[in-house]
């Protein structure tokens, strides 16, 4: 039997005995108002009798003082009515009073049989309280070997559950490490392959420096030999061409003209940093912008953000698209 079975039943047991203690005040009410109402017929019937006493009299002085003769017919005739209402005042309290006797005969018997309905049910309820706690107990018993039992089953799951998360951690571990490793070996691969490339970068520079000393030498030794030919032209009375113009301003320089003249330098930390600011520059406008645009926001003259730009655009983190820049 379950709780809510035994929960039931007890409901069930203070319902029936509600309904009994209701209907036994009932009964008691019933018999209080019927007892009441033959004391108020007695009553009325005393008060009856005392009101038609008190006509009789009334009625026996008149006849006493309207008619002198036939007093003593008239007073035998009142004595025998007077006789009868007497006797029939008799009769009526006997009926009452046997009545009356017979009702409380009935309510002792009620009265009996209620008292050995009411004992009768709280031995029937001993004896379910009785047979319920044999039920509650064993009921209990039962629970308490189901309980040890499943106490005893998540214990063998929990220690099986933490071999195996042993078991996960430890295999985890070798693969962190496993993956370490080869990080490691990547980062060591990745970082001659860029010292070899910065080398190759560099002998490249260097090589292209040196031609270009050695073009501003070639063009030096023309100019030279033109500023020889003029000086002997003048000499012969000829008009001297005027002389070339000044190279403009960096800040003058379109901008195919500031990344033609950029010369690869060694990597510097504030042109490391720069770079930097450049390449955020470029990641944070997926539009693309101008080389002027650059220049503003950063703060560097042209001929620097063009060495940049170039740089960024020779190992592939920008290029050119027709005249905005982007970052890859």
Request: hydrophobic share 40%; proline share 3%; net charge positive.
């Amino acid at each position: 039997m379950s709780f809510e079975d035994v929960r039931a039943l007890t409901q069930g047991i203070l319902k029936s005995q509600e309904t009994r203690a209701a209907g036994l005040a009932a009964l008691h009410a019933q018999t209080q108002a019927q007892l009441h109402g033959a004391q108020a017929q007695l009553q009325q019937g005393q008060r009856d009798l005392q009101a038609l006493a008190h006509r009789l009299h009334t009625d026996l002085a008149n006849m006493r003082a309207n008619m002198r003769q036939g007093d003593v017919q008239r007073q035998a005739a009142v004595n025998d009515w007077m006789k009868n209402v007497v006797a029939a005042h008799d009769t009526m309290a006997r009926q009452q009073h046997a009545h009356l006797a017979h009702f409380c005969t009935e309510l002792r018997q009620g009265e009996a049989q209620r008292s050995s309905n009411v004992s009768s049910w709280i031995a029937q309820t001993a004896s379910d309280r009785q047979a319920m706690g044999q039920t509650q107990r064993a009921n209990l018993g039962k629970a308490r070997s189901d309980l040890a039992q499943g106490e005893q089953r998540r214990s063998a799951a929990t220690h099986s559950w933490l071999q195996a998360v042993a078991a996960a951690q430890q295999t985890m571990a070798n693969q962190q490490r496993s993956s370490l490793a080869k990080t490691r070996s990547d980062l060591a691969r990745t970082r001659s392959e860029l010292a070899r490339n910065e080398a190759r970068r560099s002998g490249e520079a260097n090589g292209w420096l040196g031609k270009i000393a050695t073009s501003r030498a070639a063009g030096h030794a023309e100019w030279r030999r033109m500023e020889e030919a003029l000086h002997a032209k003048k000499l012969q009375g000829a008009v001297a061409p005027a002389p070339p113009a000044a190279p403009p301003p960096p800040e003058a320089l379109s901008e195919e003209e500031a990344i033609a003249r950029v010369q690869v330098g060694q990597m510097t930390p504030e042109f490391a940093n720069l770079r930097s600011r450049a390449f955020d520059y470029l990641a944070n406008r997926p539009d693309g912008t101008r080389l002027v645009e650059m220049e503003q926001a950063l703060g560097v003259s042209r001929i620097h953000m063009a060495r940049v730009v170039g740089s960024l655009m020779d190992e592939g983190k920008a290029e050119k698209r027709d005249l905005l820049y982007f970052a890859i």
